[in-house]
């Protein structure tokens, strides 16, 4: 049972950047594939970016694409979504997701087994 606790969020303004992080227990965490995802409210959970078990294979959506990074420290357990040039429609709650050692990394909420409670992102405009 993997365990994984976000954290990191907070109030930026628009056109700032942040860092949310994704402490995961529980698991061999290198043998994960993880991602992040958002829900704004009233809207459904979208895929933000996921990166491979290996580190070798990062995807992002088309929205976000040259504005965020997504990365992995294996030795600290966490995953990171950098984020810049955030806008107001990026208000959401952000979620660290992970599944078992996929060479293609999911981009739906059902291709992950494990999720976080979420870290609060609001972007003041």
């Known amino acids: 049972q993997v365990q994984l606790v976000e954290s990191g969020g907070g109030l930026v303004q628009a056109g700032g950047s942040l860092r949310v992080s994704c402490a995961a227990s529980?698991?061999?965490?290198?043998?994960?594939?993880f991602g992040w995802f958002r829900q704004a409210p009233g809207k459904e959970r979208e895929f933000v970016a996921g990166?491979?078990?290996?580190?070798?294979?990062?995807y992002y959506a088309d929205s976000v694409k040259g504005r965020f990074t997504i990365s992995r420290d294996n030795a600290k357990n966490t995953v990171f979504l950098q984020m810049y040039s955030l806008n107001s429609e990026e208000t959401a709650v952000y979620y660290c997701?992970?599944?078992?050692?996929?060479?293609?990394?999911?981009?739906?909420?059902?291709?992950?087994?494990?999720w976080g409670q979420g870290t609060k992102v609001t972007v003041s405009s």
């Open positions: 529980g698991g061999m965490f290198s043998m994960y594939t």
């Open positions: 997701a992970a599944v078992f050692a996929r060479d293609l990394v999911p981009q739906t909420t059902t291709g992950y087994t494990y």
């Open positions: 990166i491979s078990w290996t580190g070798g294979r990062t």
